[in-house]
């Protein structure tokens, strides 16, 4: 026997995602009601919110976990075809990017090796590979740019230690921050890490461009060079 539904459009007007956003603004809606709204239609068996609910339940209802699903994951579900997949991921995208301009406005001043990683997280925080990245600061040890370096597989890069002061010299930087992601989610330095960053270390001695810190960054945590007092 088949379990009937309500489909959305039948739904009182109070309680249809679109409507609900009008009448009551965008933070009344759950995860689901969002998502359904970007989906446009569930199926003939399930509404999009519904829809929306597996989606969600497959992650255990873990956004991050969701940013990583790829189109043809997504497509998995009945219901999905590409364009929708498309529009969650294009949508996780944006979301992404703005945290990540927020955090590199309001914290624009590095003040600690916290401020670094709410600046980096957004960006190669939830990575399923390696990519390096350096911040670029002014003698006030505010961030001026910064620039991904390398983009590897999922144990390591290859980091050019001219092309990092390049960007440096040709910036105007005074100081530099290291930054790179573990997608295993182990936080301590291989050998590799500690290798390249004396390397980098010594070659701003020598420049006049000092490496202020290298961290290792992975979803929800970090390892700061300077606080782990190995620097």
């Not at 009182?12 to 009008?22: A, G, I, V």
């Not at 829809?51 to 991050?64: E, F, G, M, T």
């Not at 390591?156 to 530099?176: M, P, Q």
């Amino acid at each position: 026997m088949e379990v009937s539904y309500f489909p959305i459009s039948d739904w009182s007007e109070e309680d249809r995602p679109r409507e609900k956003l009008m009448l009551k603004g965008k933070e009344a809606l759950s995860n689901a009601e969002l998502i359904a709204i970007l989906i446009g239609s569930g199926s003939r068996k399930e509404s999009a919110v519904d829809l929306s609910r597996r989606i969600l339940a497959s992650v255990d209802h873990n956004l991050n976990s969701l940013t990583k699903l790829s189109i043809c994951q997504l497509m998995n579900f009945k219901g999905i075809g590409e364009a929708k997949a498309i529009t969650i991921i294009s949508a996780l995208e944006l979301g992404r990017r703005q945290r990540s301009e927020d955090a590199l406005q309001f914290k624009n001043k590095v003040t600690s090796s916290k401020v670094v990683f709410e600046i980096m997280q957004p960006i190669i925080g939830e990575l399923s590979h390696e990519e390096f990245w350096v911040l670029f600061l002014n003698n006030s040890n505010k961030v001026i740019s910064k620039s991904q370096l390398s983009k590897g597989g999922i144990t390591g890069t290859i980091v050019d230690v001219r092309l990092v002061f390049k960007l440096a010299l040709e910036g105007g930087a005074t100081g530099l921050i290291l930054c790179h992601n573990h997608p295993s989610g182990s936080l301590m330095p291989s050998s590799a890490d500690k290798e390249i960053t004396k390397k980098l270390k010594q070659a701003g001695d020598n420049l006049d461009v000092k490496v202020l810190d290298h961290l290792i960054i992975t979803e929800t945590k970090y390892y700061s060079f300077v606080d782990e007092g190995i620097f």
